[in-house]
């Protein structure tokens, strides 16, 4: 192949963006994805396949056989789990990765967010910290993230969120039944709700139309192209540019070096199944958290014996997703009206200032639950099968609402990502090892939170209610997967410095989730793609021409 100015693994909510800001200006580009590019006509609507994670395969990948992992539980038992079992941390890979099937919701971190450390002090067994960037650093890049790939909603009534330029550029979608219920009970209870803002789109909005409200959103492509990723915005364009070329199929092995310690592009697996290289002035790591830490660490030389950027055994540590916890509430008249996505109304009353714990999280109504949800969230006591267990779904299937959140998730650097010594890929490359937890502290947030949703839907008439806070036994990263290749300042507790720049190698950037210092208490979509904006401006004020030196 011929050089590149910059080569780019992965083509997800940072990658794309990357790959869009670099092309615009100038550079040669290639975008590497394992996964193919899907099309809303590839993804039929399986209620019980396109669920992400599931035992009956996984609509957008990767494969079932060939790419397993190795977890380890809170008991220190190891076990080998292929990308249909949900202790695998799944995330897509295609064309967008999770951008082509999350459920779009577009939250900024809060100021504190970037503090915690500062606001809170580090809980004991923690690796709480700072990061080295704040709020007022990112705002123009949400801000840009908010328009370039497009985002619904309406930020006024609620009052806790950061200083902002503008508001945002589509209306939120008209209320469903859920917000009828719901809105009332939360003024009625003190708090200040408002519409989800989604990477979706209301009323038209660069020459796409706008969703219609079907029930088939989070875990499904959009058939009418109107929920916003990084495979229907950014990578469009960089592709039209003419500077950026996108293999698809394709599996990075291991970035390559010089002699001088300089990366010089990267090793990998064609769509064909051959070994191939690709050389580039600068490597771009973009392939989410688990697989950035993996191909990091399997990309050891002379000069990084270790992996790369891990002098300080830093690499995969500080694990995070988010431990999400709520109330299902049972009411005596029909809430569900099937009009999708089904999440519409949130409150932020709770991510901060509780005395006693370290942040919170945001509380939103749920996702539409298709059948195949309800099946362990009937009433205790439903038979398992049979007739008595139709007659409940007929019953409460129609009569149900979920309140839920993502917690803030306190970090520990043993809740990590390593390479396992025995278990290969289908390349022969060792495969990502995940072990850990959350901080126990993460649990008392979560179970606070549980309390505050059940609250909720008490007020708004749910006639029984039940907690749903149960404690996972291993670390819960899959789509919100974050941290393992943190920004700072000081090398020996980071990876990357604040232009998410390794502190080793100054023309290899990790860009995604990965740089995450805390992952706040919201869905990060947003923040990951405000971060790749951010990155890719700093990238390009370095740029020299032909080698870059920072």
């Known amino acids: 192949m011929n050089r590149a100015n910059a080569v780019i693994v992965g083509a997800g909510a940072a990658g794309g963006i990357v790959a869009k800001e670099l092309s615009t200006a100038g550079l040669s580009v290639v975008l590497f994805e394992r996964g193919p590019w899907y099309t809303p006509a590839d993804c039929r609507k399986d209620d019980l396949r396109n669920q992400r994670t599931t035992v009956l395969g996984n609509a957008f990948g990767p494969e079932d056989r060939g790419f397993p992992r190795v977890v380890v539980d809170a008991g220190g038992v190891a076990r080998i789990v292929r990308p249909s079992d949900n202790a695998y941390q799944n995330n897509a890979a295609c064309v967008g990765v999770g951008t082509l099937s999350y459920g779009a919701q577009a939250w900024r971190y809060m100021p504190q967010d970037f503090r915690m450390k500062s606001v809170y002090g580090t809980p004991p067994g923690s690796s709480l910290e700072d990061w080295p960037i704040g709020y007022e650093d990112l705002e123009p890049f949400y801000d840009q993230a908010e328009y370039e790939i497009g985002i619904s909603g309406d930020y006024a009534p609620d009052p806790f969120h950061g200083p902002r330029r503008r508001g945002l550029p589509m209306p939120p979608l008209p209320p469903n039944r859920e917000w009828e219920i719901l809105e009332p009970a939360a003024r009625r209870l003190g708090l200040h709700p408002f519409a989800i803002p989604m990477l979706r789109n209301s009323v038209p909005y660069n020459d796409r139309g706008p969703c219609m409200r079907c029930r088939w959103c989070v875990g499904f492509a959009c058939e009418v192209d109107a929920k916003n990723g990084s495979q229907n915005t950014v990578i469009p364009q960089a592709l039209a540019t003419g500077n950026c070329r996108l293999r698809t199929r394709c599996t990075a092995m291991e970035i390559l070096m010089d002699e001088s310690g300089h990366a ?21 790591v973009s392939a989410c958290a688990i697989e950035s830490a993996r191909l990091l660490l399997n990309s050891k030389s002379r000069l990084f014996p270790n992996g790369l950027g891990n002098r300080y055994d830093q690499v995969g540590r500080h694990l995070q997703g988010h431990y999400y916890t709520g109330a299902l509430g049972y009411f005596d008249r029909d809430t569900y009206d099937d009009i999708g996505p089904g999440a519409s109304i949130a409150v932020c009353d709770y991510n901060h200032g509780t005395p006693g714990l370290c942040g919170g999280g945001m509380l939103a109504n749920e996702f539409i639950r298709l059948p195949i949800h309800m099946i362990d969230r009937l009433p205790p006591g439903t038979p398992r099968w049979g007739h008595g267990h139709k007659q409940a779904m007929r019953e409460w299937h129609r009569r149900t609402i979920i309140v839920m959140g993502p917690t803030q998730q306190i970090p520990t650097a043993e809740a990590r990502v390593t390479l396992d010594p025995a278990v290969k890929d289908k390349w022969g490359a060792p495969v990502a090892r995940i072990q850990g937890n959350c901080h126990p502290h993460t649990f008392e947030i979560g179970t606070v939170q549980a309390q505050r949703a059940q609250t909720w839907l008490q007020e708004a008439g749910a006639i029984h209610t039940t907690l749903m806070n149960s404690r996972p036994q291993m670390i819960s990263a899959g789509q919100h997967q974050a941290g393992t290749c943190r920004m700072g300042t000081d090398p020996r507790n980071s990876v990357v410095n604040q232009s998410c720049q390794l502190h080793d190698v100054d023309n290899v950037f990790v860009i995604d989730g990965s740089v995450h210092v805390s992952n706040g208490g ?19 004020r370095g740029w020299k021409g032909a080698r870059y030196r920072s």
């Open 522 to 540: 919201f869905n990060p979509a947003l923040t990951i793609m405000a971060i790749a904006y951010y990155a890719s401006g700093a990238l390009l």
């Open 264 to 284: 010089c592009g990267v090793e990998y697996i064609d769509e064909n199944g051959r070994r191939e290289r690709q050389l580039s002035d600068i490597v771009v």
